[in-house]
């Protein structure tokens, strides 16, 4: 099955990496335009960005897994529009040293199929993780 692996290291602590993970400001400051939350095993997830057309396309799924400072793993639902539709994300996170390794691996889904999709959001990836990255190295700890 095709996926999208990704990793970086980022001078913060677990907490403030999890809490951008999993809280509705903190997925807001690197990733979504808007995002709704509830954290636990089971929780719903909503994950909306604007278009070019500044509509906004939600994307709805469950918290699989749910270990606090070191694995989320979100299953999106098979409905919409969004290159998220019926995929998995998995995020571990590991203390390296004087930061945190973030790992996360992105599965299933009709859009890791193709290859030239894949590529897309993979470059959607790198730039989130850059956005991730250069919020929290600049937050204190």
Do not use: C, Y
């Amino acid at each position: 099955m095709p996926a999208i692996r990704r990793q970086v290291n980022i001078a913060a602590a677990q907490r403030a990496v999890w809490n951008a993970l999993t809280t509705a400001e903190g997925l807001t400051s690197w990733w979504a335009d808007e995002a709704r939350i509830e954290p636990r095993a089971g929780g719903r997830v909503v994950i909306g960005n604007k278009n070019g057309e500044d509509q906004l396309t939600e994307d709805r799924g469950f918290i699989h897994t749910w270990r606090p400072t070191s694995r989320l793993e979100i299953a999106f639902d098979n409905v919409g529009t969004s290159e998220l539709k019926g995929t998995r994300l998995s995020f571990s996170l590991a203390r390296d040293g004087d930061e945190t390794l973030l790992a996360m691996v992105h599965s299933g889904g009709d859009a890791l199929e193709e290859e030239a999709r894949r590529q897309a959001l993979d470059d959607e990836w790198k730039r989130a993780f850059k956005a991730l990255q250069s919020h929290l190295d600049q937050e204190p700890s």
